[in-house]
């Protein structure tokens, strides 16, 4: 086996340290190089040892972990995944935390239930690798496949398109977007590009719960387009997009001329939700060759059969090209599928799809 992913444990709770360490330890790929219980402690055995991958609370005491993080950032880049309670303050600080160059954001894990264990342990070594990759963009682990948990297809929320289902034509055009690691900046690059008249746009963003209201409120404060967080029954119009929100499924319906979304709870598709698969697979359902599917950059194949089913369904689909994503993951599986027609730098995205819809 290739060596393992070093991870070092920031966090002020010998709870959460322990809770952690024995979530990481369990995969294969990974292994815990250390725990500190604070940005001091860290500091310190980074100086002995440099981690691959840090994951880092962001309220602890002595230094907080925005003040840490920054930090890291200018003087020695290392991945970073944040830990968050989710708060709405503690939202906010991983929106933050974003923007300071953490990699990802996952919740901080609950042992309360045995499905939110098992669930939270499948999202944080998934993040922590994709971390890494992140990192060594040019010189990838190749991961071998993760076989104890299972991993649904969107079958599990939306049945296969019938082979001679078909759409017919209108002028109202939907766009889909799916992305993860990387996503909230490639997004905002995305949406910040786009005028006041482009079609309705859907968007899966692997996030947690909550963070996905913060993210869409920023975006609707500096972009021309109206975003918000997807609400169940609301309408996909021109000039607006809408966003899963954290922990539900998206799917996009249609009701004579309208479309709309469903937001619905479900088994994690592609050890994610929202998942991408689930809302390119309902867009090719409803929408057909009236659509256009974007799958930006993130870790995993999430998305690569939905969008190969979008584009045997007429639609026009456009992945994001590897020298722009921050993980070339879910564009080069859609690319190796044979669903993608257009492989695009993150800056030719939007002027693509405006003049192709």
Not at 154 to 165: E, G, R, T
């Amino acid at each position: 086996m290739a060596n393992k992913i070093r991870v070092l444990i920031v966090d002020d709770s010998a709870v959460v340290r322990q809770t952690l360490s024995q979530i990481i330890s369990s995969d294969p790929h990974l292994e815990v190089m250390g725990t500190a219980p604070d940005p001091y402690f860290a500091a310190k055995k980074i100086a002995e040892e440099v981690p691959d991958v840090i994951t880092l609370d962001v309220e602890m005491p002595r230094m907080d972990g925005l003040t840490f993080l920054k930090k890291i950032m200018t003087q020695h880049p290392i991945p970073v995944v944040i830990i968050s309670s989710l708060t709405e303050k503690g939202t906010e600080t991983g929106m933050k935390a974003l923007e300071l160059g953490a990699v990802d954001i996952i919740t901080k894990p609950q042992v309360n239930t045995k499905t939110f264990f098992e669930e939270s342990r499948i999202r944080i070594c998934d993040a922590v690798k994709a971390a890494a990759h992140a990192r060594i963009a040019r010189k990838r682990i190749k991961l071998d496949p993760h076989m104890v948990e299972p991993k649904y297809s969107a079958d599990a929320v939306i049945p296969p398109i019938s082979p001679n289902m078909s759409m017919i034509k209108t002028t109202e055009y939907v766009v889909a977007v799916g992305a993860s690691t990387g996503g909230t900046e490639a997004l905002t690059t995305f949406l910040k590009a786009l005028p006041l008249d482009s079609p309705g746009i859907i968007i899966v963003q692997h996030m947690p719960e909550k963070f996905t209201t913060s993210f869409a409120a920023r975006l609707n404060e500096i972009c021309k387009i109206t975003v918000k967080e997807a609400e169940n029954g609301d309408s996909v119009i021109r000039g607006r997009a809408l966003i899963a929100p954290g922990n539900f499924h998206m799917l996009l319906k249609r009701s004579g001329a309208r479309y709309y979304v469903e937001i619905k709870d479900g088994p994690l598709v592609n050890r994610h939700r929202p998942s991408v698969d689930v809302l390119f697979r309902s867009t090719a359902r409803y929408a057909g060759a009236n659509a256009v599917g974007v799958i930006m950059t993130g870790m995993g194949d999430d998305g690569a059969k939905g969008m190969l089913e979008m584009k045997q369904a007429g639609a026009n689909t456009v992945a994001q090209d590897e020298s722009t994503c921050v993980v070339f993951g879910m564009p080069k599986e859609a690319i190796k599928l044979g669903g993608v027609d257009k492989v695009l730098a993150l800056e030719a995205i939007a002027p693509y799809v405006i003049k192709h819809h």
